[in-house]
């Protein structure tokens, strides 16, 4: 028997089954938002990115929003965004192969290279794609049955065919829309729930946060998606922990830890937040993952600690070195950026833990008078213009809250005891004032003795 080759060429049924068994259709259909906002940026070239988009919103005055719109039913999904659409160069290249060419622009949020064919794949089996740049467009139609048939293992049968369309009308140029049917049955049943709904404008409204507050519009169904406010509290006595690390593990981390805004102090929103290239991909984390209850780390999460907000923001031009799993939805704990950045989140997170323990000093129950006058105190931070300014002053501070809005010590102190009705009357007699309160003779009494005795 003479050697031979063998094959490690991967199987379609692998691809199909297994590579979209693992990631949840929520998702999915941020993966495809996310393909939109990448679009935009790119198509934008030199006069929009990220810092322009996000930090520097001043910047981005434009009259119309860019729009992406989703809309799904029991039946059938479609997406469509006027962000630009997908040139020919794209789509010959990169657009269904697995993982990005070398010379290709990822973007912001295209990392990996797996996200649209996951999600098509996932969604449904007769998928229509079409997209217009300014001056080209093309279009595709995909029977996945049909293509997953061939499977000889030579190259060519994962090709799929893709058709130019030539220079667009006005109507569709700078448009990409895809349109999904014959439905995955376990798809159209969360189609179908109307509690699906909620949950995925939910999950848009966190994840895009800052994007919708900048110049992107999102709709599901209709709806549109309201962003989902990070609460860091600003005000003028409180002075956030901020610090900026310009080379952690090949990206940009700015670190800013505070209290929570005014009516923010919750369970359900303390906790660490990781922001990758401006998409939320941790919200609200009070586990061991961000460093609670860990030895070297920090107590673990109380509920005492309801008013602490941090935030660990990593940018890169480069999306493979951000500390985010291939979902995007979770924090890759062993990625050389989080590993530069975790002991720096712990050190400035520290001094609002101390505070935040400082109200609960000795007590069981919560000192509701301090904790009311530090919320009340405290509003909404704009967050854009928190990180424009820690970056163009390369801030570094700790957090701080100065005696505005610490409680003042008190000079007096409360003396009560009870005395015998018939004496209280008595001295009431003496005083020939009428009917007085009790902490008023009290009073009286207190001063007679200073005057006469000391």
């Not at 448009?175 to 159209?188: C, N, P």
């Not at 102090?265 to 586990?287: D, H, M, P």
Request: charged letters at 25%.
């Amino acid at each position: 028997m003479s050697d031979f080759m063998a094959s490690g060429f991967p199987k379609k049924r692998f691809f199909i089954e297994m590579f979209t068994r693992d990631i949840y259709l929520e998702d999915c259909i941020l993966d495809l938002v996310d393909n939109a906002i990448d679009g935009y940026l790119r198509n934008c070239g030199e006069k929009m990115n990220i810092e322009k988009l996000l930090w520097q919103k001043e910047m981005v005055k434009r009259t119309s929003k860019r729009k992406i719109e989703i809309n799904w039913s029991s039946t059938q999904f479609s997406i469509k965004d006027n962000c630009g659409g997908i040139s020919s160069d794209i789509a010959r290249t990169d657009l269904f192969s697995m993982g990005h060419s070398k010379d290709y622009d990822k973007g912001v949020l295209g990392a990996y290279g797996i996200g649209l064919k996951r999600a098509l794949f996932k969604i449904g089996d007769t998928i229509s794609l079409s997209s217009f740049t300014m001056e080209e467009g093309i279009k595709v139609d995909l029977n996945v049955p049909e293509w997953a048939a061939k499977d000889s293992g030579r190259k060519g049968d994962w090709d799929i065919p893709v058709q130019a369309v030539g220079v667009p009308t006005a109507k569709f140029k700078g448009t990409t829309q895809i349109a999904i049917q014959d439905l995955r049955d376990s798809v159209s049943k969360l189609f179908s729930d109307a509690n699906f709904q909620s949950s995925v404008v939910h999950r848009i409204g966190v994840t895009y946060s800052l994007f919708l507050k900048s110049d992107i519009a999102i709709y599901v169904n209709g709806q549109a998606v309201t962003p989902v406010d990070i609460p860091l509290g600003s005000s003028e006595d409180i002075q956030p922990s901020i610090e900026t690390i310009p080379n952690a593990g090949g990206t940009t981390a700015t670190i800013i830890v505070s209290v929570a805004a005014k009516k923010q102090w919750r369970e359900s929103t303390a906790g660490w937040y990781i922001l990758c290239n401006g998409r939320v991909v941790v919200f609200a984390n009070k586990t061991e993952l961000t460093g609670w209850g860990l030895p070297v780390g920090l107590p673990a999460f109380h509920s005492k600690f309801r008013g602490f907000i941090g935030l660990a923001i990593f940018e890169s031009n480069d999306p493979l070195k951000l500390p985010w799993t291939t979902t995007k939805q979770g924090l890759h704990r062993e990625s050389a950026a989080y590993q530069a950045v975790r002991q720096h989140m712990f050190a400035l997170a520290r001094p609002v833990i101390s505070f935040l323990n400082s109200l609960y000093a000795g007590e069981a129950a919560p000192n509701e008078a301090d904790e009311r006058r530090i919320r009340d105190q405290t509003t909404q931070a704009d967050l854009a213009g928190v990180v424009s300014k820690s970056r163009s002053e390369e801030t570094k501070s700790t957090f701080r809250v100065t005696s505005g809005t610490q409680k003042k010590k008190s000079t007096t102190i409360r003396i009560s005891f009870s005395v015998p009705k018939a004496e209280r009357d008595r001295v009431m007699k003496s005083l020939r004032r009428g009917e007085l309160p009790n902490s008023d003779i009290g009073k009286h009494v207190w001063q007679y003795y200073i005057d006469s005795e000391l």
